[in-house]
Structures are given as structure tokens and as C-alpha cells.
């Protein structure tokens, strides 16, 4: 049965603490038909719209999770292109209701967001700050690559502002994973559909309930952890001891 809460879809399965996110909207600015075209395992557009992979691949994986019955509450949410609406009413509903008490303690541990450009990120930073532990990201990055021997995930620090980004401030472990998508809001838009399906399988696979919880939501930590930018992150010319972190986040949030 699909619910609807603040201003969102979602479906409970099972008894789970762990959100999996995902949203409807798409970065076009008018609606437009979408002609598709198929290239060395990409899907693709006729040059003439987005694709809307951002976030329709997300959207893919977490019906194919509520298919295979995995534990979780799942949030389809609206608005997070032009503001992550739904998730921040979403989130503020939650601390409304902790507020008043209606809640004892927030009934989430743990956001993962599939949303995602690429094959290899689990987002560790977002808004200027840690999102997510180490200790989540890597076990996350050691259970997909065990379960998918192609598949090569790890650390992403280079997150800018999404829904789960929006629980940042009372749910410990919040984290977005590639889906394969490229070029995202732009008419060369892509998607590498083998991953997309690969990601799917191994998706259902993880022990999402055994994937520690460490970061203290109420604890920011503003510092990057170059480690994981040095091992995963080559963009542009944002390698360690080139750029400060305070210049990264002005480039990547002005």
C-alpha cells in the first residue's frame, strides 16, 4: 500500500531504521517528449531533452528493492530539483514531532539516497560538512564490491545539497550512492543501463541493518577528510595539497 506524507510517496516494508530515498522530478524546465537512443550500454536522448536519469534510475532501484521485500521505508520524494521540498517537509515533520512529543527518539538511523552521477561514489560530505561516517561508507563500499566484483565504490567527499542532506542535523548516517547517470540536467545526459542493473542485484544483497552507525548528528565536522578525497576523487584539478577545502566548497557551492 503507497502512503502519502508530507507531500511524498513512500512504503513501508518490514521493520526496518533505515530510509531509502530517491525522487520524481526532473531538471527540465518544461515538459517535453523524450526520444531515446541506445549506444555501447548507454541509454541516451536524441539531443533535444534531458534524460531524466536524475533521478528515474534511482527511482528503478528502489522499486526493485520493494519487489525483493528488503527491509526499509521507502520515500519517493517530490521537489528536489528546485529545493529538495519533500524531503525537508519530510524532515520537518520528524522534528516537529520529536519536539512535541510525539516521537521518543527519531525513528531513522540512516538515509541512502540513490542519487548519484557515476559508478563509484558513496557520498561522505555534503553541505560543508560529514554526512556520513567513514565507517558506514567503507563497510557500504566493501559490500557492494564483494557482492559486485566490477563494481569499484568507495568514499565520495565531493556531495553538494540533496534530500538526504536534509536529515543531516538528527539522523546519524546519511549517504548518496552513484546510479550511473551522466551529464545530469544537460541533453547529453546518459545512463550506463548494465550498472543500473547490476547495482539493482547487489542492492538487494547488502546487510543494510549490520552497516555501522557512528557519526553524532549533533557533532559537525567541517574539515575534509583528504584520505578519502586522495583514494577516490580526481575532479579538476581538486587533489590533495592543490586546494584548501574552504575553496572547493566555495567553487562547488557559489
Not at 527518539?105 to 557520498?123: A, E, K, L, M, Q
Not at 561522505?124 to 563497510?139: I, K, L, N, V, Y
Request: proline share 2%.
Amino acid at each position: 500500500r503507497v502512503l502519502f506524507r508530507s507531500g511524498n510517496y513512500y512504503i513501508q516494508v518490514g521493520k526496518s531504521r533505515t530510509i531509502f530515498a530517491c525522487h520524481l522530478d526532473t531538471a527540465d524546465s518544461k515538459q517535453k517528449n523524450v526520444s531515446h537512443r541506445f549506444e555501447n550500454g548507454y541509454v541516451k536522448t536524441d539531443g533535444l531533452s534531458i534524460l531524466g536519469a536524475d533521478d528515474k534510475a534511482g527511482v528503478c532501484i528502489l522499486l526493485y528493492m520493494i519487489e525483493k521485500q528488503v527491509p526499509g521505508t521507502y520515500f519517493f520524494f517530490l521537489g528536489e530539483e528546485v529545493g529538495c521540498l519533500g524531503s525537508k517537509q519530510l524532515a520537518n515533520h520528524l522534528m516537529k514531532s520529536k519536539a512535541n512529543g510525539k516521537l521518543d527518539t527519531y525513528p531513522f538511523d540512516r538515509v541512502v539516497s540513490f542519487d548519484r552521477r557515476g559508478t563509484d561514489s558513496v557520498i561522505t560530505h555534503q553541505m560543508f560538512g560529514r554526512c556520513c561516517s567513514r565507517e558506514f561508507a567503507a563497510e557500504l563500499s566493501k559490500q557492494f564490491n564483494e557482492i559486485e566484483p566490477t563494481f569499484s565504490y568507495g568514499s565520495d567527499n565531493t556531495g553538494l545539497v540533496t534530500d538526504s542532506a536534509q536529515f543531516m542535523d538528527f539522523i546519524p548516517e546519511c549517504t548518496n550512492i552513484s546510479v550511473g547517470y551522466y551529464n545530469e540536467h544537460t541533453f547529453s545526459e546518459k545512463q550506463d543501463i548494465e550498472h543500473l542493473k547490476k547495482l539493482c542485484r547487489a542492492s538487494v544483497q547488502v546487510k543494510w541493518e549490520e552497516l555501522p552507525t557512528k557519526r553524532d548528528p549533533n557533532v559537525i565536522e567541517y574539515d575534509d577528510d583528504y584520505d578519502d578525497y586522495d583514494t577516490y576523487v580526481t575532479y579538476g584539478a581538486y587533489v590533495k595539497g592543490t586546494h584548501t577545502y574552504l575553496e572547493w566548497c566555495t567553487d562547488n557551492y557559489a
